[in-house]
């Protein structure tokens, strides 16, 4: 029975519920079986939409911006830090996928090389079978035409003796004289034809079993012959799975690859950041310079609009 996408997708949540980390060769034994070939497109797309749906965009929101302008740097440190807190969130599960394709990778390809090694064994056992049945045939065939030669030759002594016989009585017929030992050799012949008569029975029957049993062994040697084949076809899927395993591997590799290229580029959009903010901070240096320049300013007027509405004295 053919294994279903989401069968696949359910043991891999199972697994991360548990805390046990989702690899081909877990799944696999949560499954009870399945292909690598099958498991791992699966596996791979279910891990992709995971992280996508965990992996939070770094920029510097709107409102962030606005209270930047309105409260100044104290509330820039604070979204600073937060960005920076998601980036080494990023950069640490950047790290972990990378780290669980390479050791999915590896699974994958020790179970590949110990399967090959199984079936490599198994083709020079079946190897070994075939050798010895061929050689036990060939020891029948030698040993059916001996037999079959012994019963040529007791066949041509049978009738060697069948001519005797008739010659025997030719002899009765021309000599009675000589009639009782004829008769008594005749009895010795027909006893000698009997016993070969029972002897060639006996070989035919053997000849027939050996004839048996070279069918038997022919038999065997074509279900051998079936059973290479369906190893043959079954390291032929194990060398393609391989292949997709090493896809894989290329795949993993160009990912980290982005992945870096990505963190480089946060990094260096943390930079201008940190520039920004200490524009921002001489900014509002020069901001508190002029408004306590305008406060003395307006401290001075007030003092001197003071002195102008003083009452002057009465003149008595």
Do not use: C
């Not at 891999?12 to 548990?18: H, K, R």
């Not at 032929?236 to 993993?252: C, P």
């Not at 580029?265 to 940190?274: A, F, V």
């Not at 520039?275 to 406060?295: G, H, M, N, R, Y």
């Amino acid at each position: 029975m053919a294994i279903s996408k989401q069968e696949i997708i359910d043991a891999a949540e199972q697994l991360v519920a548990e805390g046990v980390n989702p690899s081909m060769q877990a799944v696999r034994e949560r499954l009870g079986g399945g292909s690598f070939a099958t498991i791992s497109p699966v596996l791979r797309e279910w891990k992709e939409n995971r992280e996508a749906t965990t992996v939070a965009v770094l920029e510097m929101p709107s409102d962030i911006k606005g209270a930047l302008d309105r409260f100044g740097a104290d509330l820039w440190k604070t979204a600073s830090a937060l960005a920076t807190a998601q980036f080494e969130k990023l950069k640490d599960e950047s790290r972990n996928s990378i780290e669980a394709a390479h050791k999915e990778r590896d699974e994958a390809l020790e179970e590949i090389q110990r399967l090959e090694s199984q079936m490599e064994y198994q083709i020079l056992e079946h190897d070994n079978q075939m050798s010895s049945v061929n050689t036990e045939v060939e020891q029948l065939k030698s040993l059916v035409d001996d037999e079959r030669k012994k019963n040529a030759a007791l066949q041509q002594r049978n009738d060697d003796l069948q001519e005797t016989v008739v010659g025997l009585k030719t002899d009765l017929k021309e000599s009675r004289e000589d009639g009782k030992q004829a008769l008594e050799k005749l009895d010795e012949l027909r006893q000698e034809q009997a016993e070969l008569s029972r002897t060639n029975g006996q070989l035919t029957a053997k000849v027939e079993a050996l004839d048996q049993e070279l069918v038997a062994m022919k038999e065997a040697r074509n279900e051998a012959k079936a059973e290479y084949a369906r190893i043959s076809d079954s390291l032929a899927a194990l060398q393609k799975a391989k292949d997709l395993v090493e896809g894989e591997k290329a795949k993993a590799v160009e990912q980290a690859e982005v992945a870096k290229t990505e963190a480089a580029g946060l990094l260096s959009l943390n930079s201008q950041y940190q520039t920004q903010i200490e524009d921002l901070k001489a900014q509002l240096s020069e901001f508190k310079k002029v408004i306590d320049s305008l406060s003395s300013k307006k401290k001075q007027a007030s003092r001197t609009n003071s002195r102008k509405v003083q009452p002057k004295p009465e003149v008595k």
